[in-house]
T-cell receptor
Framework: KQEVTQIPAALSVPEGENLVLNCSFT??????LQWFRQDPGKGLTSLLL?????REQTSGRLNASLDKSSGRSTLYIAASQPGDSATYLC???????????FGTGTKLQVIP | DTGVSQNPRHKITKRGQNVTFRCDPI?????LYWYRQTLGQGPEFLTY????????KSRLLSDRFSAERPKGSFSTLEIQRTEQGDSAMYLC?????????FGPGTRLTVL
């Protein structure tokens, strides 16, 4: 059974700081890994998807890396802004797209 | 894209009643997921459809839960004989390519 852990559970940083969010998974036989953000009372928004054959993906100030052998992914946010405040979730796909396991999330607060 | 819609947005019911939620995916998205999310947790996978075929169903989905996607369009999730432990946010997502597009969710409260 795939288990996904995200550390830390909560993080508070001053505006402008670079930060790293961590995601660990127990079964390295994954198909894809995806990072999402969730704003209070809203659904999830996809940020980045890394296929199992890739090592990283970048979008704007976001960079996600994947190390399957160690069961880890990181989401790097550069020059954080108050608008980045949200809960960040990683999701691991196993067996193709048929099984998805989400982590518990990291709640980020960026202080102006 | 008009986005994924879910109805109702909120549902309050008494224990033992049946409830049904509806998800309207983005048109032409042939893959669809249902999730359940409780406070402070990530979404828990419930079931996955490709077109009208239900290809995967979580062990979390007890016999009281059933999902359908007739004709590969909208989907429904029914919970029979609701229990207080069913109180949660129920999320639906449709997929284009590798990207999931989530709806706003249906919040269920079982009294």
């Amino acid at each position: 059974k795939q288990e996904v852990t995200q550390i830390p559970a909560a993080l508070s940083v001053p505006e402008g700081e670079n930060l790293v969010l961590n995601c660990s998974f127990t079964d390295s036989a994954i198909y894809n890994l995806q990072w999402f953000r969730q704003d209070p009372g809203k659904g999830l928004t996809s940020l980045l998807l890394i296929q199992s054959s890739q090592r990283e993906q970048t979008s704007g100030r976001l960079n996600a890396s994947l190390d399957k052998s160690s069961g880890r992914s990181t989401l790097y946010i550069a020059a954080s802004q108050p608008g980045d405040s949200a809960t960040y979730l990683c999701a691991v796909y196993s067996g193709g797209y048929q099984k998805v396991t989400f982590g518990t999330g990291t709640k980020l607060q960026v202080i102006p | 894209d008009t986005g994924v819609s879910q109805n109702p947005r909120h549902k309050i019911t008494k224990r033992g009643q049946n409830v049904t939620f509806r998800c309207d995916p983005i048109s032409e998205h042939n893959r669809l997921y249902w999730y359940r999310q409780t406070l402070g947790q990530g979404p828990e996978f419930l079931t996955y459809f490709q077109n009208e075929a239900q290809l995967e169903k979580s062990r979390l989905l007890s016999d009281r839960f059933s999902a359908e996607r007739p004709k590969g369009s909208f989907s429904t999730l029914e919970i029979q004989r609701t229990e207080q432990g069913d109180s949660a946010m129920y999320l639906c997502a449709s997929v284009r390519g590798d990207t999931q597009y989530f709806g706003p969710g249906t919040r269920l409260t079982v009294l």
